[in-house]
C-alpha cells in the first residue's frame, strides 16, 4: 500500500512539473531539456527473503521525441572460459577477460528500435544488448574473442541478468512516461544507472540519468559486512554455531 | 519458500536445501559417514559456487562430527592421543588444502579439479568397498583362505610392520599401540587437504587408513576419527571464511538443520538391515555419484562456455 500511495504522489507530482513551465526551467537540465526523470524508491532493500522486485521508474517527456530507458548495473572484470578437451576430460582451456561488463542490464523503449536512430547511434549510447562491446584484456582479434563476447551475452540472456528484448514504456496521457523493470532474486547488488534518452531521427536530443541502490538490508547486510569485516571472528562464531547445533541435535536424538 | 543467502548472494529454495540436509544426515545416521561427498556436487548442481559449495560444507561437518562422536565419547570409544597427534597433520593439511584451492580457483579449473578428485576418490573407495564386502558374503559360505592368500596376508603385515616402524616412535596406550608418529601425521595431514579442497570429513578414507595402517582397535577408530574430524573440518571452515569468505552461515544452518533430522531417521532406518548389505547399498551409492561425476567430466558439455566476475 505504501508503495502505491508513493506512485501516486509521483504522478501528481510529475504532472505538475509537466504543467508548469516555471518549474520545469529549474528541474531539467541543459542536457535533459524537456525530459524529467524519476525513481519510485532510490535504494532496493535485499533481505533475507528477498525474492525479486520491480523498479519503477517516471518520467515527463516534452521533447516529443522517441524515448529509451536504461537500466545498467554495475561494471566488473568478467573472464569467460572455453571448456576443452584434454586427455578425454573437459577442462577449461582457454579464458578471454572483459573489462567494465554491465552486472545487469535491461532496458525499454516506446517506439521501434530500428527507428531510433542509426545502430552506431545506439552503439555509443549503450541502447540494446547488441551495443554491448567489452574490452578484452589481452590483445586478441575480433575474431577470436567474438565467440567469447557472444557466449558472455548469452549467459547473462539465460540468467536473466541481460534483457533479451526491450521492454515498452507506458505512456500516461500525453508526456507522461512509466516503465516497470523487474528484478530477479538474484539480482547483483551494487549502484545502478537508470538513464532515460530521447531521440529526434538519428540525433539524441535530451538525456536525463538517475542513481538506484541495490543493496542487502538488515540481518542479511549485517552478517556479509560482518563476514567480510571480521572474517576470523566471523568464521569462529559459525563454527561454534555449529558445535552447538550438533550438541543440540545428540541431546535430543539421546533423550529418544 | 526461498531464501537469500546473504554471502553467496544468490536465492535459493528452502525446501530443496532442507531435503538436501536430510539425505546427508540419512546417510551418517544410516552407515555412519559423514555424507560430505554427496553434499558439495550437490550443491554445486543446484548453482552454489563450488568455492562456497566446499567452504560452508565444513562448518556442516563440524555439527555432524559433533553429534556423532557425542556417543562414542560416552563409551569412551576416543583415543584422544592419537586424535591428537593426528590433528597435527590435520591442520597442517588445512592448510595446504585451503592453497591448494586458492591456486586452482586462480587457474579457473577449480571445479574441474573438484569433480575428478571426487571421481577418483569415490571410484576407487566405492569399488573396493563393493569388493570387500561381496567377498566376505562369499568369503562366509566358503572355506578356509588357501595359502596364496595367507601368503599374500603376510606380505602386507610386514609393510605395515615396516611403516610403523618409521622414527620418532610413540605410545599409545589407550589403543596399545607403539607406533611411528608420522603415521596418524600422514594420515591426518591427508584428511586435511581432502577437507579443505573437497569439503568432506574423509572419514570413508581414514577409517581404513587407521585399521590398516595403524593397526588401531575396530572399536576406537570410528570415534576417534570423528573426533579429529571436528578440529579438522572447524579449522578448515575458518580458513576458508578467512581467506575466501566462502561459508555461508544462511546455507550451513539450513543444511544442519535437515542433517539432524535425516540423521535420525537413518539411526532408526539401520535398524532393520544388516551390516553387510548397509555396506553394499553404501558402497553403490559412492559408486554412483562416482560414475554421475565421470559422465560430466567425459561427455561434451552442452555450453562449452562459463562466465565468472572477478
Known amino acids: 500500500m505504501g508503495q502505491k500511495s508513493v506512485y501516486m504522489m509521483l504522478v501528481v507530482l510529475l504532472f505538475c512539473i509537466a504543467a508548469s513551465s516555471g518549474a520545469r526551467a529549474q528541474l531539467v537540465s541543459a542536457q535533459g531539456e524537456g525530459l524529467t526523470l524519476a525513481l519510485a524508491d532510490k535504494y532496493v532493500d535485499i533481505n533475507t527473503n528477498f525474492s525479486g522486485r520491480n523498479v519503477v521508474v517516471f518520467g515527463v517527456n516534452e521533447t516529443g521525441g522517441s524515448l529509451v530507458v536504461t537500466l545498467t548495473g554495475p561494471a566488473a572484470y568478467t573472464l569467460v572460459r572455453k571448456k576443452g578437451q584434454a586427455l578425454g576430460i573437459w577442462v577449461n582451456a582457454k579464458t578471454y577477460g572483459f573489462k567494465d561488463v554491465p552486472l545487469y542490464y535491461d532496458y525499454a523503449l516506446n517506439g521501434e528500435e530500428r527507428d531510433l536512430g542509426s545502430v552506431d547511434m545506439l552503439r555509443a549510447d549503450g541502447v540494446g544488448v547488441n551495443a554491448m562491446q567489452y574490452a578484452a584484456r589481452a590483445r586478441v582479434p575480433v575474431a577470436q574473442s567474438r565467440p567469447f563476447h557472444e557466449a558472455l551475452i548469452r549467459q547473462k540472456q539465460q540468467a536473466k541478468h541481460y534483457a533479451y528484448d526491450a521492454k515498452l514504456v507506458e505512456l500516461i496521457g500525453g508526456k507522461l512516461f512509466k516503465v516497470n523493470f523487474e528484478l530477479p532474486a538474484d539480482v547483483p547488488t551494487g549502484e545502478y544507472v537508470v538513464k532515460a534518452m530521447a531521440y529526434e531521427g538519428n540525433v539524441k536530443i535530451a538525456e536525463r540519468r538517475e542513481y538506484l541502490q541495490i543493496r542487502q538490508a538488515g540481518f542479511s547486510a549485517r552478517l556479509y559486512s560482518y563476514a567480510n569485516n571480521h572474517s576470523f571472528f566471523y568464521g569462529v562464531g559459525v563454527v561454534i554455531f555449529a558445535v552447538f547445533m550438533g550438541y543440540a541435535a545428540n541431546v535430543i536424538l539421546a533423550r529418544r | ?310
Not at chain 2, 135 to 157: C, H, I, N, P
Not at chain 2, 205 to 222: E, H, N, Q, S
Open chain 2, 1 to 310: 519458500m526461498h531464501v537469500y543467502l546473504p554471502i553467496a548472494e544468490i536465492s535459493i529454495s528452502v525446501e530443496v536445501i532442507l531435503c538436501l540436509g536430510l539425505c546427508v544426515g540419512f546417510l551418517s545416521g544410516f552407515f555412519g559417514v559423514g555424507g560430505g561427498f554427496l553434499t558439495t556436487p550437490f550443491l554445486m548442481f543446484m548453482g552454489v559456487p563450488p568455492a562456497i559449495a566446499v567452504g560452508t560444507q565444513t562448518s556442516q561437518l563440524v555439527a555432524s562430527s559433533v553429534t556423532g562422536v557425542l556417543g562414542h565419547w560416552k563409551n569412551k570409544n576416543v583415543d584422544i592421543k592419537i586424535a591428537a597427534v593426528m590433528l597435527a597433520g590435520g591442520l597442517v593439511g588445512s592448510v595446504v588444502g585451503v592453497f591448494i584451492f586458492k591456486i586452482l580457483q586462480a587457474l579457473g579449473q577449480i571445479d574441474v579439479a573438484i569433480r575428478i578428485l571426487y571421481v577418483v576418490l569415490l571410484g576407487s573407495i566405492g569399488s573396493l568397498m563393493l569388493f570387500e564386502t561381496s567377498m566376505s558374503l562369499w568369503g562366509r559360505k566358503g572355506g578356509a583362505g588357501d595359502a596364496s592368500k595367507t601368503d599374500k596376508v603376510s606380505r602386507v603385515e610386514k609393510m605395515r610392520a615396516h611403516i610403523r616402524n618409521w622414527p620418532y616412535k610413540i605410545r599409545f596406550p589407550e589403543s596399545k599401540l607403539y607406533i611411528s608418529a608420522f603415521v596418524p601425521i600422514g594420515i591426518g595431514f591427508i584428511g586435511g587437504v581432502l577437507a579443505s579442497i573437497l569439503g568432506i570429513g574423509g572419514g570413508f578414507l581414514l577409517v581404513p587408513a587407521m585399521i590398516y595402517f595403524m593397526g588401531m582397535p575396530a572399536t576406537l577408530v570410528a570415534g576417534t576419527c570423528l573426533f579429529q574430524i571436528i578440529f579438522t573440518t572447524g579449522f578448515a571452515s575458518i580458513m576458508h571464511a578467512v581467506t575466501n569468505q566462502t561459508v555461508d552461515v544462511v546455507l550451513a544452518s539450513l543444511l544442519i538443520l535437515g542433517g539432524v533430522v535425516g540423521a535420525q531417521i537413518g539411526v532408526r532406518a539401520s535398524r532393520n538391515v544388516s551390516g553387510v548389505w548397509a555396506r553394499i547399498i553404501l558402497a553403490a551409492i559412492i559408486l554412483l555419484v562416482s560414475i554421475v561425476l565421470a559422465v560430466q567430466l567425459l561427455m561434451p558439455p552442452k555450453e562449452l562456455f562459463s562466465v565468472e566476475v572477478r
